[in-house]
């Protein structure tokens, strides 16, 4: 069965990290590339980051340049989300998922989601 | 950074109707458009890719069309399991990936 499990989520005060994963079976995790996607309380939803299949490549939206790192660990079929300078705008459910396309080619989706896991931040 | 806006924003309707929503993109996106449902406290779900291309298990009441800057999602005769929010989503000119700000569908 296809599965996709974040885990790491919890309330940090501003200014804090915290580091997400993204356990993932049931497909060959090494062919794909993986975005995080948040989602802030009763909003919509943002793309955050990805990362190519090798690791060699990794992007991010605006927002989160310079604070956020998307790492892999293919060995473990792994996704991660190293997160830092945390402020309240960060809050949301971080959702992790399987890109089915070719990210560069622009034929792309997200076809397997994880449940997501809450991130809070306030003092 | 490519913006796409949906319309409406929610809309009501009642089982067995039949609703559109639009996404349009700020530029042209070709047809690298794609629909996801997501219903409260879930993770959202591929419906269709590519403009039309409706995803293994799909009902057939789901359909897209467009092309450029103007898409459409219909749903055909609608049940209740189909009352949720839509978003509309852009992977031709990344990054950054972008959704629109999604449309809430409740039952009238």
């Known amino acids: 069965e296809l599965q996709l499990v974040e885990s790491g989520g919890g309330l940090v005060q501003p200014g804090g990290s915290l580091r997400l994963s993204c356990e993932t079976s049931?497909?060959?995790?090494?062919?794909?590339?993986m975005s995080w996607v948040r989602q802030a309380p009763g909003r919509g939803l943002q793309w955050v980051a990805n990362?190519?299949?090798?690791?060699?490549?990794?992007y991010y939206v605006d927002p989160v340049k310079g604070r956020f790192i998307v790492s892999r660990d293919n060995a473990r079929n792994s996704l991660f989300l190293q997160m830092g300078s945390l402020t309240a705008e960060d809050t949301a459910v971080y959702f992790c998922?399987?890109?089915?396309?070719?990210?560069?080619?622009?034929?792309?989706?997200?076809?397997?989601w994880g449940p997501g896991t809450l991130v809070a931040v306030s003092s | 950074d490519i913006q796409l806006t949906q319309s409406p924003s929610s809309l009501s309707a009642s089982v067995g109707d039949s609703v559109t929503i639009t996404c349009r993109a700020s530029?042209?996106?070709?047809?690298?458009l794609n629909w996801y449902q997501q219903k409260p406290g879930k993770a959202p779900k591929l419906l269709i890719n590519?403009?039309?291309t409706l995803q293994s298990g799909v009902p057939s009441r789901f359909s897209g069309s467009g092309s450029g800057t103007d898409f459409t999602l219909t749903i055909s005769s609608l049940q209740p399991e189909d009352f949720a929010t839509y978003y509309c989503?852009?992977?031709?000119?990344?990054?950054?990936?972008?959704f629109g700000q999604g449309t809430r569908l409740e039952i009238k």
């Open positions: 998922a399987r890109e089915k396309g070719d990210f560069w080619s622009g034929d792309d989706a997200f076809d397997i």
């Open positions: 049931g497909f060959r995790f090494s062919d794909y590339w």
């Open positions: 990362i190519k299949p090798d690791g060699s490549e990794h």
């Open positions: 530029q042209s996106i070709r047809r690298y």
């Open positions: 590519d403009v039309s």
């Open positions: 989503q852009q992977t031709y000119e990344a990054p950054p990936i972008t």
